[in-house]
């Protein structure tokens, strides 16, 4: 089974300067896709970023990138100029195929602060 | 844009009663699923469904049931609730196509006294 972990239960980062949140995953999967999701007060949750395993080149979207290291299995989410609008709880998500075919499986999270 | 709503925000019930969370989404979504989320355990999921009155158990489906008999709507059933029970709940729905997205919904806050 596939396990998602997040080592930081709490981060912060103040206005403008850039934050990184790291994610770590246990696989024995060749081909799999990972997500950063994100939880704002408000609690719906929101795709932020996706990656896909065969992909070697980091996604981005905007002021966020990750960091995928296959060999090393990270996948860390960059957030470059913080803005208040970004304090949540982030989640990172594995999806793979075998038996967890279908879902995801979901790390603990990250709960951000941003300082103004 | 897609809209996954949940019938009630907070919820209050007790110990024994039987509870029926609700979800519905507009955008004509294969796939549904219904996950709790607690502190320091993330997401877990509880029960998905792939079409109607079509479900698979998830990591933790004990204490729950599901059902879906139109496409749009999910509901999640606690036939007995039990105080280890109380957690926030959100529901998601993707298309059929796996790798798709997950849209959730904004959760319902379940307190069991």
């Known amino acids: 089974a596939q396990t998602v972990t997040q080592s930081q239960p709490e981060m912060s980062v103040q206005e403008a300067e850039t934050v990184t949140l790291s994610c770590t995953y246990d696989t024995s999967e060749s081909d799999y896709y990972l997500f950063w999701y994100k939880q704002p007060p408000s609690r719906q949750m929101i795709l932020v970023i996706r990656?896909?395993?065969?992909?070697?080149q980091n996604a981005t979207e905007n002021r966020f990138s990750v960091n995928f290291q296959k060999a090393a299995k990270s996948f860390s989410l960059k957030i470059s100029d913080s803005q208040l609008g970004d304090a949540a709880m982030y989640f990172c998500?594995?999806?793979?195929?075998?038996?967890?075919?279908?879902?995801?499986?979901f790390g603990q999270g990250t709960i951000l602060t941003v300082h103004p | 844009d897609v809209k996954v709503t949940q019938s009630s925000r907070y919820l209050v019930k007790r110990t024994g009663e039987k509870v029926f969370l609700e979800c519905v989404q507009d955008m004509d979504h294969e796939n549904m699923f219904w996950y709790r989320q607690d502190p320091g355990l993330g997401l877990r999921l509880i029960y998905f469904?792939?079409?109607?009155?079509?479900?698979e158990k998830g990591d933790i489906p004990e204490g729950y049931s599901v059902s879906r008999e139109k496409k749009e709507r999910f509901s999640l059933i606690l036939e007995s609730a039990s105080t280890n029970q109380t957690s926030m709940y959100l529901c998601a729905s993707r298309t059929g196509t796996i790798t798709d997205t997950q849209y959730f919904g904004p959760g319902t806050r379940l307190t069991v006294l």
């Open positions: 469904s792939y079409d109607v009155k079509m479900q």
């Open positions: 998500a594995f999806f793979g195929g075998g038996t967890s075919y279908g879902k995801l499986t």
């Open positions: 990656q896909e395993a065969y992909k070697q």
